[in-house]
């Protein structure tokens, strides 16, 4: 593909150098039509029994989006008491948050406690925790045996994982519960982040739902996120095969049904997939220089500003604009974009194939909707940047403006 922006009309006409103009660079830039379009097709993954679609809020709690998962009917899963503030703030009734988070303190588990909030217990300890707070109802995460993701560390099932109760603890569930007299509602999972064979994820419905069997009465069970995007689009990378995905997760379901007796409420809790798509980011290349025969090319989109590239080698494609335009992808250079920041792995794309790179151009860096802003730092002292939306009619609204250093200075 030569240009993604350009296939999807990203911009709906907008000249993206007309964009930062107003908004200035680095900015992150998000269509609302590919946001709703898969915040809708999560919401569809099963069709057959009752469910849910949870968006998990930490690949971008941006509140106008969160607002946007409203309207097309998603319920949220949290991991942190911020996390539930902001889908408070976005309008989230308290019963449509499902609260997942690990290793709380006391003051934070009382915090959903007392407002109410559906929450899971990660541990035997958090479940004693919980039980001791005086909490009537909760779910535990159940690890699955099985995990899958785009790199170890985002691994969160399986045996090398911090995640989750073990099977074997099982018994001791239904002990803590017993002595709080805690009823045990939902059991969920979540076995990584990333993954486009539905495999493993298929292989952790079934042994959960084989382990939901010990439980008596589940008001629900959640399989977790984790369905992956085509980070290679410009090289023609697949999509996440969901038709073939919720074919072969029917007869599980259906299986499971008719042993259980009745038909609990079924959630899933994807980030990446609701968002990720859903946004770029514009970055101005402000330097470009030969390096030991190497062609570097140094914009303002630091890791500070996406951190995925140097965090987990993850790749992001780039399409090179001048003058607003995609600069055609025929003629390709060997080039290593970089971002401002003082750290040698402050690479955004290493010895990529790209259109040659000059100075004045805008790097557009694709699919960063999820785990983008959402992870930004203040790293250098570099205030993190505003985020807009590019509107259903074209219309382009700021969703945050961005911070100043003044704001950084607020904190002393
Ligand atoms: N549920 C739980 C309990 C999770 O821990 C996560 C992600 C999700 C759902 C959503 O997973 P998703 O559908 O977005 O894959 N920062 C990393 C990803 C870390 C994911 C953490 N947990 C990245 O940028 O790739």
Redesign the pocket.
């Known amino acids: 593909m030569n240009s993604y922006i350009e296939s999807v009309n990203f911009f709906k006409g907008n000249n993206p150098e007309d964009i930062v103009k107003t908004y200035g660079t680095p900015l992150y830039v998000y269509n609302e039509e590919v946001l709703r379009r898969h915040m809708h097709d999560v919401s569809q993954v099963i069709t057959k029994y009752p469910y849910t679609a949870n968006y ?1 809020v ?2 971008n709690t941006n509140i106008h989006i969160l607002k946007l998962a409203l309207e097309e009917g998603n319920n949220c ?1 949290a ?1 942190s008491t911020g996390e539930i503030q902001m889908l408070l703030k976005a309008g989230f009734p308290k019963d449509r948050i499902f609260y ?1 988070p690990n290793n709380v303190s006391a003051e934070e588990m009382k915090f959903a406690i007392h407002n109410g909030i559906m929450t899971s217990c990660d541990s035997l300890s958090q479940l004693e925790l919980f039980g001791s707070l005086k909490g009537t109802k909760c779910a535990v995460r159940i690890n699955p045996g099985v995990g899958a993701g ?1 790199c170890e560390k ?1 691994v ?1 099932g399986g045996k090398k994982t911090k995640f989750g109760i073990a099977e074997e603890d099982i018994p001791q569930i239904f002990e803590i519960a017993k002595k709080y007299n805690v009823k045990i509602a939902g059991i969920n999972q ?1 076995i990584g ?2 993954f486009m064979d539905p495999q493993p994820y298929l292989d952790a419905v079934t042994n959960l739902l084989r382990i939901a069997l010990q439980f008596e009465d589940l008001e629900f069970i959640d399989f ?4 992956g995007i085509p980070y290679h689009k410009l090289d023609d990378e697949k999509p996440f095969p969901m038709e073939d995905f919720k074919k072969k997760l029917e007869p599980i379901l259906d299986d499971f049904v008719a042993k259980y007796g009745k038909t609990p409420l079924f959630k899933s ?5 609701c968002v990720a798509e859903g946004s770029v980011i514009l970055g101005r290349v402000h330097a470009v220089k030969q390096n030991a025969g190497k062609k570097y090319a140094g914009t303002d989109i630091g890791m500070n500003v996406l951190v ?1 590239p140097s965090m ?1 080698d ?1 790749h992001h494609d780039v399409e090179v604009l001048r003058n607003g335009k995609p600069v055609s992808r025929d003629h390709l250079v060997e080039q290593t974009v970089t971002g401002n920041i003082c750290e040698s792995g402050d690479i955004l794309a290493k010895d990529r194939l790209l259109p040659e790179i000059k100075e004045g151009d805008l790097a557009c860096l694709l699919d960063t909707g ?2 983008g802003w959402s ?1 930004c730092s203040t790293y250098n002292s570099r205030p993190r940047p505003a985020e807009v939306m590019i509107c259903k009619d074209g219309t382009v609204k700021q969703i945050r403006r961005r911070e100043t250093i003044e704001d950084l200075m607020m904190l002393f």
């Open positions: 998990s930490k690949a899963d991991m997942i785009h985002v969160t979540h982040s990333c977790g996120g984790g369905y809790e994807p980030g990446r997939f995925r987990y993850s999820a785990y992870m």
